[in-house]
């Protein structure tokens, strides 16, 4: 391994071997984000006309708007026979070691920079309480991965929509390798299906250019620890529940598996007490986490409920991948990250310490997830898996070989490196933050089931409500990106509750702004609340209405547990249950069964012409909620200090903005037949 790509190591990034189509058209190659368009099948439909004869990266993803359909094993069988066909069947050019720097062209903005790489999965963590260098954004919901997990076991091929997030506000990381990488000619180039656009993308190759890379980003993490490093990590562990769940995330980060094994059961050991693991909703110590954002972030982002976080965020990793948040296993990786830890002594320290402690074990944080978490998630339990399988296997040869138990296990944990397998590396677009191509666009909702006057019912338990009859869509969209008015933390509301609803707010909402949310700066306008559109067909009428709350913070934080409440009370079952029944759900899928009588779902869907299109044609009671803007000032500080935010809390750009399945890495090698 050369020197640039050890320091690459160091920042989380390895050189992957990057598979290209051979002679293939693009708009028939490349295919948007299985999470988008979710209600529109007939956009999938057509992805199939113009992918006709074509190898398509559509036959090797399953699209959420088909997963409930209840052929989703046949699917998967349907998507790996596919990539087994592209491997043996010459669909792909010879494999080139590097990176892609791509720019990317929208019907909404120009030259979007990206850099396609392979991230190190032992720097990612979907815990509550870890602080690795990859951190998500929004809360993971453990009933949405199995579908993405069922596709990646044993699959011969990687294709990725994940896109991942640095915080360069000089914007001069992505611009020097543009320079570096256009001296040559372009990989691929050509135009994206369904009128989304253009991409052009050219390989990065030499080894200058990856040293090039490797400083900038050893450059920025040294900057992350000063903007919101360790300590505004340990700071948020200690306001929300003390040390321990501090010195759990960074035992988990930066231990050896076998030399720090007891040190880190020890720290994992403190979730059993409490601190360490899950600061659920109503929790007090949830709302000193939204305090802390207050208090000390200051930004347009405000102060976020933990509380509303916990809510509407999911769930913890369950028993499988919670072996995977306690020691990583490997001498190598452990070196990277072991400037923080110091194996045994700093995990022991970890566990006993205050805040500062914490602070020096936590990473830089370097990358945010943008787009794509729950399929970083899948990945991430994916190599847990092989990892544990790893280690069983080990253990079982030392046995076989005569050793003793105390021998066998010290052979399959400390003195074993973490295997180097592909599935330790997932494949992601960084793009920078401050890029003024990338805007962040709010998430909406729609309920289904749900009328007009009941969901306005349901939505006076926010603080501060009122509304307003508005006359057009064009008005409400206007009236929703403008700053709110300063509604009176007293107001009443303005309309009255629908029959049926009576007007009471469901259990724990009622009247009071989630923990940590009132009066903290919300996306839009700092310390002035938040505002929402109304939009459903209601007795053969469209209406509309604008609603206003006190509650500041990220929209989602009051808005969210409302909705979760509602669907659990209409009797609509656990969150992230199929209308399948598998439980399992991915990103924008509908929540909770609507067939039976009286139950309410609900989508997130992504952009307001959509949005409108199905709130006011739907047959049948549904309710489209149009959430404020969403600012980019302040993200990384905010999830530093406050962790994941609610899901689905923004989204990068319009739907056909998103990422498109381009470049592919093989994963597992097959032996099936064809």
């Not at 190659?29 to 999938?44: E, G, H, L």
């Not at 945010?368 to 399929?375: F, P, T």
């Not at 929402?532 to 009051?558: H, N």
Request: aromatic content about 6%; hydrophobic content about 40%; charged content about 20%.
């Amino acid at each position: 391994m050369s020197d640039a790509e050890k320091k690459l190591r160091e920042a989380g990034i390895a050189v992957p071997e990057i598979l290209l189509p051979k002679g293939q058209s693009l708009r028939q190659w490349a295919a948007v984000a299985c999470d988008q368009f979710t209600q529109d099948r007939a956009y999938w439909a057509k992805a199939l006309e113009i992918a006709e004869g074509s190898a398509s990266t559509l036959r090797v993803i399953l699209p959420e708007a088909h997963l409930d359909d209840g052929d989703r094993a046949e699917r998967i069988a349907d998507i790996h026979r596919e990539m087994r066909g592209y491997l043996r069947g010459g669909a792909f050019a010879a494999p080139r070691r590097g990176f892609v720097y791509l720019e990317r062209d929208t019907p909404f903005s120009r030259r979007r920079r990206g850099l396609v790489v392979a991230v190190d999965l032992e720097r990612y963590s979907w815990a509550k309480e870890a602080l690795p260098m990859i951190r998500p954004t929004e809360g993971t919901v453990a009933e949405r991965l199995p579908p993405r997990m069922e596709i990646r076991r044993s699959a011969p091929l990687e294709t990725s929509h994940i896109i991942m997030l640095i915080d360069d506000d000089a914007d001069a990381i992505l611009p020097a390798l543009a320079e570096r990488a256009k001296k040559a000619a372009p990989a691929y180039s050509g135009e994206l299906m369904h009128d989304s656009g253009s991409v052009t993308g050219w390989l990065l190759d030499d080894e200058s250019d990856w040293a090039h890379l490797a400083d900038a980003l050893a450059d920025l993490s040294r900057r992350a620890l000063t903007r919101y490093g360790g300590a505004v990590g340990a700071a948020r562990d200690a306001e929300s529940g003390g040390a321990a769940r501090g010195a759990a995330g960074g035992a988990a980060q930066g231990v050896e598996s076998g030399a720090a094994d007891g040190a880190v059961r020890g720290a994992e050991s403190s979730a059993a007490g409490g601190a360490a693991r899950d600061v659920e909703s109503g929790d007090a110590s949830g709302a000193a986490q939204g305090a802390a954002s207050s208090s000390a972030s200051g930004t347009a982002w405000g102060a976020e409920s933990s509380a509303a976080s916990g809510a509407a965020g999911g769930v913890e990793p369950g028993a499988a991948s919670g072996a995977a948040q306690g020691a990583k296993s490997g001498t190598a990786s452990g070196a990277a990250r072991g400037a923080e830890s110091c194996a045994t002594s700093g995990a022991a320290q970890g566990a006993e310490s205050s805040a500062t402690s914490g602070a020096a074990q936590a990473e830089p944080f370097l990358f945010a997830v943008g787009d794509g978490n729950h399929s970083l998630a899948s990945a991430w339990e994916i190599w847990n898996e092989y990892k544990a399988a790893h280690a069983k296997a080990r253990a079982g040869a030392s046995a076989s070989s005569g050793a003793d138990g105390a021998g066998a296990a010290a052979e399959a944990g400390a003195g074993s490196e973490l295997p180097e397998h592909p599935c330790r590396y997932a494949l992601v677009e960084i793009e920078n933050i401050y890029d003024p191509a990338i805007k962040f666009e709010p998430i909406h909702r729609i309920v289904f089931g749900l009328g007009f006057d009941k969901a306005l019912a349901l939505l006076s338990a926010l603080p501060g409500f009122s509304t307003r009859a508005v006359a057009t869509r064009e008005e409400l969209a206007s009236l929703v990106a403008q700053a709110p008015s300063a509604a009176p933390p007293d107001a009443a509301p303005s309309a009255a509750p629908a029959a049926g609803v009576s007007g009471a707010a469901p259990a724990g909402a009622s009247g009071a702004a989630p923990a940590g949310a009132s009066g903290a700066a919300p996306a839009s306008a700092p310390g002035k609340g938040n505002r929402f559109g109304i939009a459903s067909r209601d007795g053969g009428a469209d209406r509309f209405a604008l609603v206003e709350t006190s509650a500041g913070g990220i929209s989602t934080a009051c808005l969210q547990p409302l909705l979760d409440q509602a669907i659990e009370a209409s009797g609509g079952g656990a969150l992230g249950c199929g209308a399948s029944g598998s439980g399992a759900l991915g990103d924008g899928a509908a929540e909770s069964g609507a067939s039976r009588s009286g139950t309410l779902s609900i989508d997130y869907i992504h952009g307001e012409d959509e949005l409108f299109r199905l709130a006011l044609a739907a047959e049948k009671p549904a309710t489209g909620i149009l959430l404020p803007p969403v600012q980019k000032a302040g993200f990384f500080e905010t999830v530093a200090r406050t962790g994941p935010l609610p899901r689905k809390s923004f989204s990068m750009g319009e739907a056909c903005e998103k990422r498109f399945y381009i470049e592919c890495r093989k994963l597992f090698e097959s032996t099936t037949p064809p």
